[in-house]
């Protein structure tokens, strides 16, 4: 009498979630409220009121949180927010930080 048998591997793969990052924005005395609000609304999607809250932080806490976004988006908003404020002659500072 032959006996067939049937292995079944189950391989799990563990996927992580990927990390977040805080998009942090600076005041500086030469930057406008006008341009951070303007980057605010177009680079990263804020309506006109959070947009002026965060701008708000910015001016009289020194920082504030424009969004929080996986590596790859962060990067590419602060990169476009930077090359917005070169064009317009702005020391504009972001920076990433992990959540």
């Known amino acids: 009498m032959e006996h067939n048998i049937v292995t079944i591997e189950k391989n799990q793969v563990k996927t992580k979630k990927p990390k977040n990052y805080k998009v942090v924005m ?15 609304m ?8 959070e947009a002026t809250k965060i701008m708000m932080d910015v001016h009289k806490k020194g920082r504030g949180i424009a969004g929080v976004y996986p590596y790859d988006i ?5 990169s476009k927010a930077i090359g917005l404020a070169k064009e317009e002659g702005f020391p504009f500072k972001l920076v990433i930080e992990e959540e």
């Open 42 to 49: 177009n680079i990263f999607n804020k309506k006109i009121e």
């Open 26 to 40: 600076f005041n500086d005395d030469y930057t406008t409220m006008e341009f951070v609000v303007d980057v605010l």
């Open 74 to 78: 962060a990067v590419t908003k602060v």
